[in-house]
Each structure stands twice: as C-alpha cells, then as structure tokens.
C-alpha cells in the first residue's frame, strides 16, 4: 500500500526564502493525513496540486505559531469549498479554544462536523487507528508542551502465492480465509496449510515525525525502529548552545537520534531563517547517518 | 508627499489561482501602514521585497478570516526578528481576545509595545492621526460588524515661492513662518504679506477603503470625495442575489459608489473564487465608471 509523505514547510518560525512554516501530507494507502499546519499550508497544498478536501485527519504537535496558525484558514476554506465529511483534529486542548474563539467573532458554523481530540503531552498514547494504521503520540521536550507522532501501518494479512490460486482452482471467496490461516481442501481431498499457500505478510512500516525538541534520550523508546524518521534540526551543531537555550537540535544531534532509534531513513528540517544554504545542514547530518535527506517543500518521500 | 497603495492580497474567502486573501499596504510620505492582513500576508511581503519592520500601523476591518488570519504570524515573526518599535493596532475588541488568547498558549512575550485600539462599527470616528495623515473608521454593511477606513493627508502649509527668497534675501528661518501666513520686513522696510510669498498648498488626498460589504448608500457620507476608493466587488451583477445574501457588493454596483461620492479613482477587489478571468469585472465597472482599475497583488497606485 502506499505510504508516504510530502513536505509543504520546512522552515522555522517566520516563512522566508521561499521557505514555509512546517506542515507535511501524508498519504497512507490513499488516505490523506495533515501533520501540523504552518500559515500558509493552504497555498502550499494548492501550489503542488494536492486536494485539501481529502485530507480526513490533522495532527498538530504543538502550539507554536509556526506549527498551527494556516489551520483556521484551511477548516474554513474546506467549509466555504463544501466540505460536509468529518474532520478529525488531535492536538493540545488549547488549540480548541483558539479556534472555537475564531470561528466565534466570525460567525462561522462549520457544514461539516470538527472532532476534536485532545493530546497528552506528558504521556505516550495511542491516539487514532483505522483499517490502514495506528497513531500514537509521545512527549517531546520543548519550551511548552509538544507531542511527536509516530504513525505505524496495520499488520497485514499473509500474502497469497498466486501459482496456487491457479493450481488448484482456488475460489476467490476462499482467498482472504486462507490469508486470515484457513486451510484449503482440493477437489482431489487433499488440504493444504495456509502457510503452504501464502507468504509472510508485508512487515508494518511506520514513520516518525518529532517536531520541536531538545535532543533527549526520553523519547528514544517511542520512536525506535522506524522506517522513516522526520526530526527537526534547526541549528548545525556549531550553534549547539543556542540550540539548548532554545529547545532546539543540531542536524548532527538529529543524526545521533536516527542512529540510536534504529531508523532506516532520516528526514531533517525546520531550519533556522539564518540557514540561507541548506547543504551544510545536510552534510553534518550525513556523517553520523548516511541515508539523511532535507525535508524541503515539495519532496515526497516514501516511508 | 508620497501616498500610495500595494495591494497584497485580492481574493475573496480563500485563496486561488495565485490570488491571496485581503491586505493592503499603504505607503505615507515613506511611513507605512497595513490595512487587513489575510492569512500569508506576510510571505507577500517578502515577495515584493516590503519590509514589514516597517509597518507602524495595522487596521483591521472585521474579523472574518480572510481579513486577520495572517496578523497572528507576522507579529510573531516582527517579534522573532528583533522588533522593539511599538505597533498599533485598530481593530473590533474580539480581535485583541484572539491574538492575547494565541500568544497565551505560545508564551510569547512580545518584545515591542502592542497598543490595540478598539474600533466602533457603529459609528464614524477620528481613530489615528500624526504628522501626515488622519484615520478615520466608519460603519459598513456586513454579516458581522465591519469597518471601512479613510485616510485623509492633513492639510499642508502654503508653498514658498522660491523666486521670491532668493528676491528679497528671505532668511530660511523665516520661510516656515511665512507658509504659516506671517507677512516679511525686506531690507528697505516694505512689508510683504504672506499670500503675495507663497501659493495655495496642496489640497489634501484621502484613500478610502471599502472592504466587505452589501453595497448601501448608509456609508456614502463617510466616503465622499476621495481621490482614491477602495470597494470591494465580490461578484459579476448577474450574481446580485448572491451579493445580497451575503452581504458583498457586484462590481457594477462598486462603480455606482464610486461615481455617487464623487470619487477620482476607483479599485475593485475581493473577487469571488469563481473567477479565474478578472477582467469581465473591470469591464463590467467601467461602463459606470471608466477609471477603475483592478487591485491586484503587486500593483502600487498613486492615490
């Protein structure tokens, strides 16, 4: 199934450099998801071309401008563009507020029903699951309350060998039994396993996104073993100080991070307006991790 | 002096085709102020290269999204550059609720002075003047409460005739007291009355801003005689039912306006989303009204 996501901000703080506040789409086997939603992440959807109204669930980490304020915008076009299917919204308990606030003075009263689910920023929970996957949200650490997220596909059924199907005139309505472990009996009487006739199921992929943070160990339980990691790096590591002061990682610290989860991929982003040049980020990341790539807008990457 | 309009965002609702919610950037003898500011008014700042630092002064005409959505971001990214200059804004009181509500969650402490300035959509009123130029708010006719503004250059001294210093050996200390009407001893003691030194001053401009509203003859009072209207006009006249259930106004009827206050110029904006083509709009105001011009994102007009 299809599992990925593109990125529609990687800048920190204030948009500049034809960078935008963070904000990332992704696609679970053609399901649409918003992970945070920077000012603007409505113009970046219609820039690439991607379909707002697909989107079914939005994630926001925390409350920093740069992380929700494009989300007010983007429910009310959805609402003035038609929309009457649910929206699922998880993010802090505060964010509720602000835009219950909003939608208040405008008068606005949404033709589509808003489910709002609070996150728990001090503990990791599973948060949201459908046929397709499972969310889970942890504790970051930065200067006021932030969760990461960890989406992780569903265990599948095993695969069936398709020479078999053929073999032995196997009926379709058979066919999902046999993945779920029914044994097959042929016209000649014969069973067959349903280990004989199917391979093991495809392993579940998840994907990482750890916005704003420190670099910390807390939350290394919570992200390991990921295929895709998203980890912000906002400053090169020669700022590591300021990094600190802010709550904030290097590229290098996030390269330490992927190492030690057991990720296979690393995406960095959210980089500092003083980073003109993204390449050097980049290439710290990349001598402690190799297989780093930059989150910039645009860039779909599978998980 | 200078005094003229760029226009950063000319869409209606949401934002299309290239076209960005409300804002308008008013230039005053090189001081400069924002009226509305639509969700990423600040990333159409940075594209046509206008600094926002230097912005002094932000009007807010209503709180439906498209007209505030973006003030949240760029106080907040003034803030993270540096900012220490006081802001002032104008706006309905709600709006204060909502940006001390967003700053609450984020803990931000903004480090200039924030001087908020409620407005009255009730009734006309003098809300700002300095040096240069008096604001004032008047009602509009909208679904919520809404304000229009006019901006008015202060009347100006009498010019000195420039002949006449290098003539009569006028001191420069003198010369401002002679624009202010105080007559001049010359060497030979003959008395030179003001008016016989100096020619009429400038007559004072006024820019008049017009967003949403159904188009009404209430506010023609408060709007007459400018040199430069602003009104928005959502819809093409064949969609006056839907203007007036909404509370818009049809680009037909914008030339009306403009032609019953006795304006010189008139921009046209807001413009439905269902309008990739712009100029059946323009064509359809200028049968009423031949000098209008469409407010589109970039254009600077001379008021």
Partial sequence: MKFEVTILGSSSSTPIFNRNPTA???????????????????????????????????????????HYLGLVG???????????????????????????????????????????NVTNPSKSSKIFENYDIVVESFPLDHRIPCT????????RLRKMIKEKIEELNIPTEQVQLIKKGAS???????????????????????YVYCSDTICSWKYLDFIKDSDTLY??????????????????????????VALKSNTRKLL???????????????TEAKTLFPNTFLAIEGMTFEI
Same sequence: chains 1, 2.
């Fill in 231 to 256: 980890h912000e790096a906002t400053f090169l590591h020669d700022m590591l100080a300021r990094a600190e002061e802010t709550f904030h990682t290097t590229a290098l610290q996030a390269a330490e």
């Fill in 184 to 206: 097959f009996t042929d016209k000649k009487g014969k069973v067959h396993l349903a280990k004989d006739l199917t391979t093991d199921a495809d392993r579940p992929k998840a």
């Fill in 268 to 282: 960095i982003g959210h980089f500092s307006a003083r980073y003109r040049e993204l390449d050097p980020l980049l």
């Fill in 74 to 116: 983007l429910l009310s076009s959805l609402h003035l563009n038609g929309r009457t299917k649910p929206m699922d919204i998880f993010g802090p308990p505060e964010l509720k507020e602000i835009i219950d606030l909003q939608f208040r003075h405008s008068q606005t009263f949404l033709r589509y029903p808003l489910n709002f």
């Fill in 24 to 66: 990332q789409l992704l696609n679970v086997n053609e399901k649409f998801i918003l992970i945070d939603c920077g000012e603007a992440t409505q113009n970046q959807l219609l820039h690439f071309g991607l379909k707002a109204n697909r989107i079914d669930q939005i994630f926001i980490s925390h409350l920093h401008g740069d």
């Fill in 148 to 155: 990461g997220f960890r989406f992780t596909e569903k265990q």
